[in-house]
C-alpha cells in the first residue's frame, strides 16, 4: 500500500465554512475517483482532520489528509489523470498558505 499523505495551512483570511467545504470536498474523492478500467472507486482508505498536535511543530499546517492507494499506477492516475482529483485541485487557487504533500510505503526505509 502507498501512503499519500496531503497537508494544508488554509489562508487564515478564509472563512470557516469555504475551508469545510474545501475539506469535504477532498473527502468527497474518496468515492468520487474511479479507475479508468473497472469504474470503482480505487482509494483504498482516507482519513483526515484538522491537526492538533500538542507539541507545537506543526508550521502552520492546519489540516491533514491521508489516502491509500493498492499500487504505484492508481497513484499515478490519480495525481495526473483522474479528472475528479484534477478538478479538485483548480478550486485551492487562492485558499492555501502553505501545502506539503509526502509519500510512502509502509515498511520501506
Do not use: W
Not at 17 to 27: F, R
Not at 36 to 52: E, L, R
Not at 62 to 86: C, I, N, W
Not at 88 to 102: M, R
Request: aromatic share 10%; proline share 5%; net charge negative.
Amino acid at each position: 500500500m502507498i501512503n499519500h499523505i496531503v497537508q494544508f495551512q488554509f489562508k487564515a483570511s478564509l472563512a470557516p465554512e469555504k475551508v469545510q467545504e474545501t475539506c469535504a470536498h477532498l473527502v468527497s474523492l474518496k468515492d468520487k475517483c474511479l479507475h479508468p478500467t473497472t469504474h470503482q472507486p480505487y482509494i483504498k482508505s482516507f482519513k483526515a482532520g484538522k491537526q492538533d498536535s500538542p507539541e507545537g511543530n506543526n508550521n502552520g499546517i492546519t489540516h491533514v489528509f491521508v489516502m491509500e492507494f493498492g499500487s504505484d499506477q492508481d497513484r499515478e492516475y490519480y495525481l495526473t489523470k483522474d479528472p475528479a482529483h484534477l478538478g479538485f485541485v483548480k478550486t485551492l487557487d487562492g485558499l492555501i498558505e502553505k501545502s506539503q504533500v509526502v509519500d510512502f510505503t509502509e515498511g520501506v526505509f
